[in-house]
């Protein structure tokens, strides 16, 4: 069936450093792929998303480019900031939503 | 988009002891998911509830130890019978976008069964 493997954590960066977070899915159809990141104490909330093949998704600062031929969606970030700590799940959407095991992010001042 | 409100947001039970959680959307859906999120971990699909129909649950969940209701298009409830520690859980109620399956979450319910 449809799955998603996401590098696991815990990530712990310096603010400003750079951050990739790999993903990658396994689907038999084109399923849309998202990035959802859960702030502490609070829900999921959708980050970005990308419906097609070569679709890249962006939103604060954060991109994900949709790659057919590799089936992946890395999250990346040129800049992490103390406020971006959070679970980030990676998922895709066919059938129903699967998610992956999401990974924890910790910024450092 | 679609606005979810759940509650309880948090609750402390005892043991033996069931629980409902309630989840409101501002617009009619078709299909409402249940998740549950243990802690520390990733969220798994409890069952799909749809309008006038029987949920279908996933693999692991059983309709007796969570039995969902569905009596109209923007609201749903799901229960969490028997408790024990193990159903410690955030337990997430969404609902997806046609187009495109995103999905949109409430701010989920934070169960502790002691």
């Known amino acids: 069936g449809d799955s998603v493997t996401q590098m696991e954590g815990p990530v712990t960066l310096s603010e400003e450093a750079c951050l990739t977070i790999n993903c990658t899915y396994t689907a038999t159809g084109y399923p849309s792929l998202f990035w959802y990141v859960q702030y502490p104490g609070e829900g999921l909330q959708l980050l970005l998303k990308?419906?097609?093949?070569?679709d890249k998704g962006s939103n604060k600062g954060f991109e994900a480019t949709y790659r057919k031929e590799t089936t992946s969606f890395h999250l990346e970030k040129g800049s992490v900031q103390v406020s971006d700590s959070a679970v980030y799940f990676c998922?895709?959407?066919?059938?129903?939503?699967?998610f992956g095991a999401g990974t924890r992010l910790t910024v450092k001042p | 988009s679609a606005v979810i409100s759940q509650k309880p947001s948090r609750d402390i039970c005892q043991r033996g002891t069931s629980l409902t959680i309630q989840c409101q959307v501002d617009?009619?859906?078709?299909?409402m998911f249940w998740y549950r999120q243990q802690p520390g971990q990733s969220l798994t699909l409890i069952a799909t509830?749809?309008?006038?129909?029987?949920?279908?649950?996933e693999s692991g969940f059983v309709i007796d130890k969570f039995p969902i209701s569905r009596p109209n298009l923007t609201f749903s409830t799901l229960t969490v019978s028997n408790m024990s520690p193990e159903d410690s859980s955030i337990y997430l109620c969404?609902?997806?976008?046609?187009?495109?399956?995103?999905?949109?979450f409430g701010e989920g319910s934070r169960l502790t069964v002691l």
């Open positions: 990308a419906t097609k093949a070569d």
């Open positions: 617009s009619q859906v078709t299909m």
């Open positions: 509830a749809n309008q006038g129909s029987e949920a279908t649950y």
């Open positions: 998922a895709l959407s066919s059938n129903d939503m699967r």
């Open positions: 969404s609902v997806a976008e046609f187009n495109t399956g995103e999905l949109f």
